[in-house]
Every structure is written in structure tokens, then in C-alpha cells.
């Protein structure tokens, strides 16, 4: 099966500065890469996707990256606010069977 | 927030009893799952199902069973609760060649 690696565990950036989150994947039939952030306490929400027929997408501040030859994909978060601090999941997979990544906690200190 | 709701919310249970979690959706979605969130392990599917009596095992569904005797209800038992079972469980809705998957609050439980 799927097995998704999720780096680092824990990130520490300054206000303003940019983050990026990274994961590998195994299984090259997976064609589906969403990210999840989840606030203290609360369930993991949905922030961006990425299919694997695209290398890269955007919206507003995030960004995912793909690169299906060496298998991994990548979260880039730009201009980073407090708001920004959370955990978030990298997961793969596709036909409605996901793997997730061991989770990334983000800091964004003032 | 995708018409999920998980019961309970937080549970307190004993070494050895049954416990029963259910999920609720009121999106009609054909996919439902189960998840425990560890430190450090991310998110790991226990059970999932792709319809009515339709149900297949996880990466870690040893102590635990499913059933879902109708579209709208996912349930999740472990027969008889062990302290390795403390964890939060999240239920999760996708519908048919959707891929996207929409998470309910989380049940938080400790088994002492």
C-alpha cells in the first residue's frame, strides 16, 4: 500500500517568513495529494489539493508543488501570520482511499 | 461544516468494556471512514465503507468492528476497550470518485 513520509514534524518560522512542508510518497499509482490543517482541538480542514496531472497550484498565500518522478510534493505557505500556526497533514492516495503523512506542527512567531 | 456529526464527543471508558462511536452525515456520500490520531502517527484509517453492508479493514483495524445498516450512520465498536485504544477518532465522508475527504469534530476517548 501507500506510504506517505511527512517533513519536518515541527517548524518554527518568524511572522513574514515563508514555510515549506515536504512529503514522499511510494506508490506511483497515487494520484491525488490534498493538504489538511488542523487547529488545536479542532478536525483537520481541507486548504489546497493537487492532482497529478499538475505540477503546481496555488491560492492566495499556499502552494503545493508536485513532482511525480521523484515522488514527493511539497506546501508552501508565503507571508506567514500567527493564524498560520497549526498541524498539517500531507496525505496521497486516490479512488477515495487516502494515506496521510505523521503531520507537520508550524509555529509562526510574532 | 459538511453535515457530519460524531457521538460522543469525549467518552471515559474502563479496560474491558464495549464501546460504541457512531457518525452521522446528512450528505448522502457513498464513502465513509474511520481514522485514530496519535501523536506522531498523523492520521490512520481503522475501517471504511463504500456503501450499505459494505465495509473493509484499515491499517490498524485489529479490537476494532464497523457496521453501517444505512447510508447516513457509520459505527465504530471495540468489543471489549483496551488502554492502547485511547485516542481521538475522527469520521470522515467522501462521495463516489470525489477523493475529498471531509472530517467530522473527533470523538476524544480514554480507556483507564
Known amino acids: 500500500g501507500e506510504n506517505v513520509e511527512q517533513h519536518p514534524s515541527t517548524l518554527s518560522v518568524q511572522e513574514g517568513d515563508s514555510a515549506v512542508i515536504k512529503c514522499t510518497y511510494s506508490d506511483s499509482a497515487s494520484n491525488y495529494f490534498p493538504w489538511y490543517k488542523q487547529e488545536l482541538g479542532k478536525r483537520p480542514q481541507l486548504i489546497i489539493d493537487?492532482?497529478?496531472?499538475?505540477g503546481e497550484k496555488k491560492d492566495q498565500r499556499i502552494a503545493v508543488t508536485l513532482n511525480k518522478t521523484a515522488k514527493h510534493f511539497s506546501l508552501h505557505i508565503t507571508e506567514t501570520q500567527p493564524e498560520d500556526s497549526a498541524v498539517y497533514f500531507c496525505a496521497g492516495g486516490g479512488g477515495n482511499m487516502l494515506t496521510f503523512g505523521g503531520g507537520t506542527r508550524l509555529m509562526v512567531k510574532p | 461544516d459538511a453535515g457530519i456529526t460524531q457521538s460522543p464527543r469525549h467518552k471515559v471508558t474502563e479496560t474491558g468494556t464495549p464501546v460504541t462511536l457512531r457518525c452521522h452525515q446528512t450528505?448522502?456520500?457513498?464513502?465513509m471512514y474511520w481514522y485514530r490520531q496519535d501523536p506522531g502517527h498523523g492520521l490512520r484509517l481503522i475501517h471504511y465503507s463504500y456503501g450499505v453492508k459494505d465495509t473493509d479493514k484499515g491499517e490498524v483495524s485489529d479490537g476494532y468492528s464497523v457496521s453501517r445498516s444505512k447510508t447516513e450512520d457509520f459505527l465504530l465498536t471495540l468489543e471489549s476497550a483496551t488502554s492502547s485504544q485511547t485516542s481521538v477518532y475522527f469520521c470522515a465522508i467522501s462521495d463516489l470518485d470525489a477523493d475529498i475527504q471531509y472530517f467530522g469534530a473527533g470523538t476524544r476517548l480514554s480507556v483507564l
Open positions: 450528505e448522502n456520500h457513498r464513502y
Open positions: 493537487i492532482r497529478s496531472n499538475v
